[in-house]
């Protein structure tokens, strides 16, 4: 939740107001502006994200996409908080730090990752009976507006009612989903833009959205098989496209799904493990993350280093809650991930034997009839090195397929890199291989 700061009343309104308006559609248009925006990003990265955390979720400073504004909602005004900063509040002025043009486009680049509702409203019918599914103006029975933007579906007092919400949806740029999780059946029917959108079938639980800025009507048409209360309140969710992770909710219930599982894991001081199931790595992985801010994945299937991401390590709120059924998500940037090939080659499956953890996190396996041991060494934010022990007798020569990432850079001083494989050495009792960004 957001505490009201002192809000300094440093602009007047009147005699500003028709060059505040200009301001604020030279910055909307800016939204449009794909470099811009990217340079916004960058320095939204570099000089807020450690207050607003990089996906601008909130952190010692206010979540920035979420269209709740303390210090004003008019991108002129969102323009001029940066410049002048809160002192007070431990926010620094930007003004002096950067130049018009930069500050044009971190404000541009906040502007384009709103999400969510806005100008929500809703409609209570109350219909004839559980079979009744024509929803008529004569039936209206309550209306209002929803400030806080979030559907409600517990509203209703009467038994058989349609509930219809109205309003304004900020979606991602990126392909998404509107997702109803846990859904019972009952008619739903979604309108984008004043056209019905078509379900693959009847009773999927998700619509497609547009990218950006659209206009939404929801409308559920509740009978009389709602027994269970928890039932009528439907959790919606915004999600990626193949409905993997969840970006936010749209309903009283879902909002309150999305706060819950914010469960970070971080290592501050030494090297963490986790063994939860992880969004874009395939399962059976084990993640180290490091105080250096570099954290990489080790498959127990494949005896493969699978992922890299820097950053902090992972939210796994997701994959606590709803018994576990999503991935974590990590917070950082990936170097390489399961749509990457990073493999020992092999003839035979590998065995994993175990992992020890005496300072450094260490994997053993054995693979086409030789044990190694894996370490790591030189993290930074930049990358690490993955060290092979050999532990018994090498028979034939390794050979590694290297991801054809842009980017990742892969190097080796124990060995050859010819195309998309490493060979090493023959007869190394240890090799190691430095994973780093390009
Ligand atoms: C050292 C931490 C810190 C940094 C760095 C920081 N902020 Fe903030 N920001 C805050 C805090 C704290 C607040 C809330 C002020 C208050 O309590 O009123 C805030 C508020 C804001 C607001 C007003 C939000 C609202 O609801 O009206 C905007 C906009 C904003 N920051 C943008 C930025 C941008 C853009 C940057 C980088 C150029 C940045 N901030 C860097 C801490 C920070």
Redesign the pocket.
Known sequence: M??????PLVLSMGIGNVQANEQDNKLISLTNNSSAVQGGEE??IQ??A???AKDLSGA???N?KDG??????APSQ?LT??KQ??NN????A?GAM?SDKQ?QE??AF?ISKREGLANLTFKIYQMTDEKDVSVTADKLIKSGSLPKNLMDFEMPEVKHYALEFEGTLFAPKEPSKLFIEGWKIAPTTLHIDGQEVNKPFPQATTWTLKPGKQHVKFQYIVGDNFKQDWKKNLALFVTNEDKSVKLFGLSTRSDKIMKDTKILVTADIKPVIQRKKIHNLPTYSISVGFPEKINYAFNTRSCDVVGVWTGDMLNVGPNVDGRGKDGSIVLGDWFINKNDTFAMQSTSKCHYQKMTNKGIPAFFFNQDGVDYQLTTSNQSTNGLSLNYQVLSKSASPVVFDLPNNEKVQITSQDGVIKGNTLTITPNKTSFSINVSSK
């Open positions: 957001k505490k009201i700061g002192l809000i320095l939204f000089a807020c450690a207050c607003h010692t400073g206010f920035l709740e504004w303390i210090h004003g909602e969102i908080n940066i900063g809160f509040a431990g926010m620094p930007f950067f500050l971190v404000t906040i």
